[in-house]
């Protein structure tokens, strides 16, 4: 079929109107999207600028070849040129009317549309806390209404005289294959990049809205045995950054002597499950520390849960500090006081990818392939390790040591001489399970909860058997919680009740004694908290979403992340919002203690405009 013959009206005038339509509108919003990287600052180097010019032209094809198949349908069936540009017309403006309203947002808090945005904006009360001011207002709309008088004039254009214009099929799936190739080379340079940890490349994962990232990790070392970790990977030097972290320098005044730090990580141990006949010898040794009652994870999931108690910041974070192998303040502080380090994990630290966020810079001192295959054989291997390195190391010098149990994850691996609840269920089936389910599998988790207890308990009456006591702060936490349908969900990562967010938490502090505080608490606070136990006076704010754990105002609301989505929990309501823009739209509000939904979600979010916005910001005061 040859798009050169002239018949108005036809499919064959409209594909070619359709055609030009498209390809001038491909034009700008490339324009459009340039803006992105210039509000970018940090974009140095050859391999970051030929990225992020690649990713746009490539983000922007994406999106024009999915319009021109869609149109292309719709031509067959309206064969009227004027009512289908008409259509392409609203279609596109509204498109490039989100583009700039995309750019504006992302020049003041450095993220994209999602759902906290639209629900600011789109809520009653919205002007109160968000002033967005006339002039704004103005430019906007003298903007759109440029870019709608543009469109109209495309419009009439590319069905007009270029409609005629000889083009045939040929020319079109030569660009339609071209805008392919484009998109295929961009995706493959961005998964070699992100094999090889090319931050210059990485780093930049986030910079156009909707771009989706390609990864061939896990295939590469699940069929290649391809290595992953930084030691194997191409570290490459720039200069470039996205991140502003920590925002001043840290001040700090000597105490008398530096303390040891221990943190014990018991995977998923929910808030409830510090109790004598779950967690005993925790129990125990807690009646001689401060138990937080009301203590939130920063995250439903290992790896904000863990993200956020080490940096202390929100775990919308992750992929920015991530993609520039950022290591944690309190960390890097501690190193420069000249602390040992251990860390030892029943489960690798490569996914979630710890040791290039939270320990990257501690490879030398991380244990995580321990002898057998579950946790049943890994989780004693590591209290073995820890005591054996307790009698090696240097004891002239302070120590940090993370230990990461892993037992109580599904699906629940215990000895069997620790099936006190039963019954129980150490195979289950994902695909099948359900509330029927449920109880075994909850015997099986407090089964798993009871044998990591155990052995945390043999690390406990170790370092009280060596003296260390006295001078050795410990933390013992879990870095999500578990449900088991009590609120109608299944394990974490599903949704932000107190079941998955809310976890047990001790603190030892030597000299303090026992004390029960239910004050709302979270994990964001734990690195505020040890840094001012440290002689650190430099406010929180400065690397930290948090505040120390130890001042009674604790918390109006606390933030807990998930995979692609941020709840707002204070002790009425839970606010969850989605935080990529594909999901944008789908805002829930629930009640904090039966996580059942609201019926007045309007006037709570209203009510919680002040909230809403102060996360907003917070969620970008570390990028640049």
């Not at 244990?367 to 002239?396: Q, S, V, Y």
Request: net charge neutral; aromatic share 14%; proline share 5%.
């Amino acid at each position: 079929m040859d798009l050169s013959e002239k018949p108005r009206n036809d499919v064959r005038t409209n594909l070619k109107a359709v055609f030009w339509f498209l390809l001038f509108n491909f034009i700008l919003s490339v324009c459009l999207g340039y803006a992105y990287i210039v509000f970018m600052p940090g974009i140095e180097g050859p391999r970051s600028s030929l990225f992020v010019h690649g990713a746009l032209v490539s983000n922007t094809a994406m999106v024009y070849v999915a319009l021109f198949i869609l149109f292309a349908v719709f031509s067959q069936g309206i064969r009227k040129t004027s009512l289908l540009m008409g259509l392409m017309v609203a279609v596109v403006t509204f498109l490039h009317m989100l583009n700039v309203l995309d750019i504006i947002i992302f020049r003041i808090f450095r993220y994209h549309i999602n759902s906290m945005v639209l629900t600011l904006v789109f809520t009653e009360g919205a002007r109160d806390s968000l002033h967005i001011g006339v002039g704004t207002v103005l430019t906007y709309a003298a903007g759109i209404g440029g870019i709608v008088a543009l469109e109209i004039w495309l419009a009439r254009v590319s069905s007009g005289i270029l409609a005629f214009m000889p083009i045939t099929n040929r020319a079109v799936a030569a660009s339609l294959v071209l805008s392919l190739v484009f998109i295929a080379a961009d995706k493959t340079a961005y998964a070699v990049a992100d094999l090889y940890n090319v931050r210059d490349v990485t780093r930049y994962n986030k910079l156009f809205p909707l771009y989706q990232r390609a990864t061939v990790k896990h295939f590469m070392r699940r069929h290649f045995g391809f290595k992953t970790d930084p030691k194997d990977t191409l570290v490459v030097k720039h200069r470039g950054n996205t991140l502003v972290y920590p925002r001043e320098p840290l001040v700090r005044k000597p105490v008398s002597k530096l303390p040891n730090i221990l943190w014990i990580v018991v995977d998923a141990w929910r808030f409830d499950m510090l109790k004598e006949e779950v967690a005993p010898n925790i129990l125990r040794f807690s009646q001689e520390a401060l138990v937080f009652s009301n203590h939130y994870s920063g995250g439903n999931a290992t790896r904000f849960g863990v993200f956020t108690l080490v940096y202390g910041v929100y775990g919308t974070y992750w992929q920015s500090f991530l993609a520039e192998g950022q290591s944690p303040v309190l960390l890097d502080e501690l190193m420069k006081l000249g602390y040992d380090f251990r860390i030892i994990s029943s489960s690798q630290l490569t996914n979630p990818e710890f040791r290039r966020t939270a320990f990257v810079k501690l490879g030398p001192y991380i244990t995580d392939t321990l002898p057998g295959t579950m946790a049943d054989e890994r989780d004693p291997e590591l209290a073995k390790t820890f005591i054996t390195w307790l009698d090696r190391r240097d004891a002239k010098k302070p120590f940090y040591a993370f230990l990461f149990f892993d037992a109580p994850h599904g699906p629940y691996i215990y000895q069997d001489e620790f099936e006190k609840f039963k019954p129980s269920n150490k195979t289950p089936n994902y695909v099948t399970a359900g509330k029927k389910e449920a109880g075994p599998l909850f015997n099986s988790y407090r089964n798993a909860i009871f044998f990591d207890d155990s052995l945390t308990g043999k690390i406990l009456d170790e370092v009280k058997k060596r003296g260390l006591m006295e001078n050795t702060i410990i933390l013992i936490t879990g870095d999500h919680g578990e449900e088991f349908y009590e609120t109608g969900f299944w394990g974490h990562t599903s949704a932000f009740s107190a079941y998955q967010a809310k976890v047990s938490f001790v603190l030892y502090i030597p000299g303090r004694g026992h004390e029960v505080i239910d004050y709302p608490t979270s994990h964001l606070d734990v690195a505020p908290t040890f840094l001012k136990l440290l002689g650190y006076s430099t406010p929180a704010g400065a690397y930290s979403q948090g505040t120390d754990m130890l001042d009674p105002a604790g918390h109006v609301y606390t933030v807990v992340s998930g995979w692609n989505e941020a709840a707002i929990i204070d002790p009425l309501h839970t606010i969850v919002m989605p935080t990529e823009s594909y999901m944008a739209g789908s805002t829930e509000v629930r009640w904090t203690d039966s996580y059942r939904l609201v019926d007045n979600e309007n006037a709570v979010i209203s009510e919680k405009q002040g909230a809403i916005l102060e996360v907003m910001k917070e969620m970008s005061v570390f990028l640049r």
